[in-house]
Nanobody, 125 residues
Framework: QVRLLESGGGSVQSGGSLRLSCVGLGYDLRPACMGWVRQAPGKEREGVAAMDHYGHASYLDSVKGRFTVSRDKDKNTLYLQMDSLEPDDTAMYYC???????????????????WGQGTQVTVSS
């Protein structure tokens, strides 16, 4: 059974930082396309960051320069370092994994098969 467990969410003030973690249980993250997807109340789901199995990353324009996605292969864990957080970053953040064709692994791919339970990020002004 594949399980993705997120942690690291919380409440911070504008300008603060958080680091999200996603551990794969029963699932080897190394060959997968991995992504962080967020959804705020009343808004559509959007891909925030994605990383293919080569380690190539892509980011939503609004988070470029502020968010960094990384992968620790030994710990089978995906991270999202979020700096300079803004109130518009407030959302439920989900870790997701799948094996689409490599050229499709980007923030625009959100039809992942495997999803975590989500972790809430709240940024106050």
């Amino acid at each position: 059974q594949v399980r993705l467990l997120e942690s690291g969410g919380g409440s911070v003030q504008s300008g603060g930082s958080l680091r999200l973690s996603c551990v794969g249980l029963g699932y080897d993250l190394r060959p997968a396309c991995m992504g962080w997807v967020r959804q705020a109340p009343g808004k559509e789901r959007e891909g925030v960051a994605a990383m293919d199995h080569y380690g190539h990353a892509s980011y939503l324009d609004s988070v470029k320069g502020r968010f960094t996605v990384s992968r620790d292969k030994d710990k089978n864990t995906l991270y999202l370092q979020m700096d300079s957080l803004e109130p518009d970053d407030t959302a439920m953040y989900y870790c997701a994994a799948d094996h689409p064709p490599p050229n499709l692994c980007s923030i625009y791919f959100t039809d992942y098969i495997n999803w975590g339970q989500g972790t809430q990020v709240t940024v106050s002004s």
